[in-house]
Nanobody, 122 residues
Framework: QVQLVESGGGLVQAGGSLRLSCAAS????????MGWFRQAPGKEREFVAT????????DYADSVKGRFTIPRSNAKNTVYLQMNSLKPEDTAVYYC???????????????WGQGTQVTVSS
């Protein structure tokens, strides 16, 4: 089992930045690919970004490319979501997730955190 706990959400003005953290515990963190997803009110959960276990390979949703990055620290068992140039449409609950393989169906992850709210005001 892997336990994931997100933090760092909050209220920010449009154009601002936030860094979300996802701390993992349980099994060996560096065996897992990590992902970030988000869900806005009344909408389905959507993919945001993913990173391979070694941090070499990443992928981003088109809506966040050039604004968000997904660094990880295997020494700290933590993956981050650095969000810059935030827009009101980025408002959502953000979730991190973990799975054994970087490659696979985009939404099929084995472990999920409880989420952290990000609100971007205009």
């Amino acid at each position: 089992q892997v336990q994931l706990v997100e933090s760092g959400g909050g209220l920010v003005q449009a154009g601002g930045s936030l860094r979300l953290s996802c701390a993992a515990s349980g099994r060996t963190f560096n065996n897992y690919a990590m992902g970030w997803f988000r869900q806005a009110p009344g909408k389905e959960r959507e993919f945001v970004a993913t990173i391979s276990w070694g941090g070499i390979t990443t992928d981003y949703a088109d809506s966040v490319k050039g604004r968000f990055t997904i660094p990880r620290s295997n020494a700290k068992n933590t993956v981050y979501l650095q969000m810059n140039s935030l827009k009101p449409e980025d408002t959502a609950v953000y979730y991190c997730a973990a799975r054994d393989s970087y490659y696979g169906p985009r939404y099929e992850y084995d472990y999920w955190g409880q989420g952290t709210q990000v609100t971007v005001s205009s």
